[in-house]
């Protein structure tokens, strides 16, 4: 079982969290005046990297909030967690 930092509560257990997508991802302005192509574009398609990536994760089973962190996808190895709306840690891999 893998331990998940969750800036509020501390290590929790994996089974606790849930994923939720790409972090750092700006919702549209005016949603209303994009193209289906734009709307596509946002709703669809995201970074699929090998290796470092910064992700949303939510706290379910515990504290319910969401947080961000930066995982290898690699190893699936989780090297920082951080709060939303805080800047994105520099870590390496």
Known sequence: MQLIE????????????????????????????????EWAQYIFFRANPKGLFAERWSHSGGCRRWFNAVRDTRTYTFLATYRSGEPQPEVQS
């Open 6 to 37: 969750c800036p509020w509560c501390g290590p929790r257990e994996e089974t606790e969290f849930h994923y939720g997508g790409q972090a750092h991802i700006a919702y549209p302005e005016t949603p209303s005046e994009l193209t289906d192509t």
